[in-house]
């Protein structure tokens, strides 16, 4: 039994409707289905984007994603959240995130704590998931070039988003290694910039203070859904960490269109056990978690 509680409609960046992806979710099995769209961004950090919530659109977007529950109830659980990112300067400090009072005051039914900028010393914020150009620029400008760097502050915002807490399960915690997949001209999957293992000491820090938190993380297939890696997040070394720190997995598509849903999840589950991991959790309402076999 599977759900996808990290779901992204046209109200973000997503494609497909609130309704279109109920009924995909209700056709192929899934138990729940919880949508998160990007939240707005904090007015103060003064960033643009095209990907987010906008402002004016709250209210219709938890409007409509409250009144596809109603009309599913009985049939398919859904769940009304937003994937919320946190902002951390280069000193480490939380500027603003899933615990802010303009996200609790919303009453949803779940957050999600993602990150997806670094904010360097030296330069415009960047995201770690844009076009690889417009990452590699950030590293340059930010962080000189040094890969090995941008890596540290980026599990160094980690930390710091898990400590500030606010959120339900943490996304994609190895977002950061998107771009640095590339496939050759034989179409084999390489690796550029930096390895994983260069960031080992900031990966750790990280799931023990997930664990620490006793928060759930995702196996988010959402990567491999759109042919940008040919791993899941987190990677199967993550995964194996996160076991053996006790932190508990809940299976998600990260979906953008409704043939996403439940994407690449026997896979999924096959990395899980691989890693050690027996069980997985599927939301059941605000605060309650439900263990299910693999």
Known sequence: MFGCMHTHTPFCDGKDSIEMMCQAAFEKGLVCLGFSS???LPPF???KSDWHLPPSRVAAYLDEARSAAR????RLAVYVGLEVDGFVDSGGHLLAGPADERIRALGLDFV????????PARGAPFTVDGPPEETWQ?????FGGDARAFAAAYWQAECALIEGGGFDFAAHLDLLK???FFQDAAGAWQRRWFREDACAEGMEAAVRAL???GLPAELNTGGLNRGKTPETYPSPRLLKALHGQGVPIIVNADAHRAAELGGNYPLAAQCLQEAGFSEHLLFAGRGNWRREPL
């Not at 009309?71 to 009985?74: P, S």
């Open 112 to 119: 999600i704590g993602a990150l997806h900028y670094i904010l």
């Open 45 to 47: 950090l003064g960033i």
């Open 71 to 74: 009309r599913w109830q009985g």
């Open 211 to 213: 664990a620490a938190r």
């Open 38 to 40: 990007h939240a707005p």
């Open 138 to 142: 950030g590293i340059e400008m930010g």
């Open 178 to 180: 998107k771009n640095t």
